[in-house]
């Protein structure tokens, strides 16, 4: 009797998780908040633009990588997603610049990850354009060809234009989901509700609010 009551609760406590982690319906202005004025999306026919904004050296953006990679890949062709680096220091940010680079030279697929290694696990400093252009021609990449996209007009331009990219999304931290243009989420807003302190169950629940959302959003396409 004792290990029945002791696998009753097990599955009690698991069931309560899991509901905090599956909210069946997003409310507005508690699990999102939406925009006043939706912003123009990129993605073409029926998918839905998915934008998260987020920061190199944010601890909680590199918590939240994988399980966001996996909830990509689980959404298939329905959505496209956009990244946006938060320019933290301002207009001439360093990780921004990184992220603006690696883009133009069609290396995001190849060292993303690497990046968030480095700054988390290896605590490499990439803080300043000299240890950043540094780090790039030490792990593989042409420092001729990093400093051709580094200095380039596009990427100059495209790191100018991200504070009023933060200010028309109405950004203030990060990680944050921009859901069709006008559906914005974060683990930051979902946990003034949930009141968590697993950061599991919290991403989770995090995702979750995105997948409806993203349902919604479709639904009206």
């Known amino acids: ?18 509901a905090l982690a599956s909210p069946s319906a997003p409310q507005n202005g508690v699990d999102y908040v939406t925009l006043a004025q939706p912003q123009p999306v990129q993605a073409a026919g029926k998918k839905v633009e998915v934008i998260e904004f987020f920061m190199y050296h944010c601890p909680v953006c590199n918590a939240l990588e994988p399980g966001l990679e996996v909830w990509v890949r689980q959404q298939g062709d329905r ?27 069609g290396k995001l697929d190849q060292m993303h990850a690497k ?20 780090w790039a ?23 100018r234009q991200l504070s009023k990219i ?9 990680p944050t989901l921009v859901i069709d243009g006008r559906y914005v989420t ?29 349902d919604q959003a479709a639904k009206a396409k």
């Open 137 to 159: 021609s030490k792990n593989g990449i042409d420092r001729a060809a990093f400093l051709s996209a580094w200095n380039s007009f596009g990427v100059t331009m495209k790191l």
């Open 166 to 174: 933060v200010a028309d999304y109405k950004i203030d931290s990060a």
């Open 1 to 18: 009797m004792r290990l029945l009551r002791t696998a009753v609760l097990g599955a009690c406590l698991s069931l309560s998780i899991l």
């Open 79 to 105: 959505i496209v997603l956009r990244r946006v680096h938060f320019p933290f220091t301002g207009p001439a940010d360093p990780e921004a610049r990184l992220y603006l680079t690696l883009e133009a030279l």
């Open 115 to 134: 990046v968030f290694k480095a700054v988390h696990v290896d605590r490499v400093r990439l803080n300043t354009d000299a240890a950043i252009i540094d």
């Open 186 to 214: 974060s683990p930051s807003i979902v946990n003034k509700d949930l009141k968590t302190s697993d950061r599991n169950t919290l991403f989770n629940a995090t995702l979750e609010v995105a997948s409806k959302l993203v």
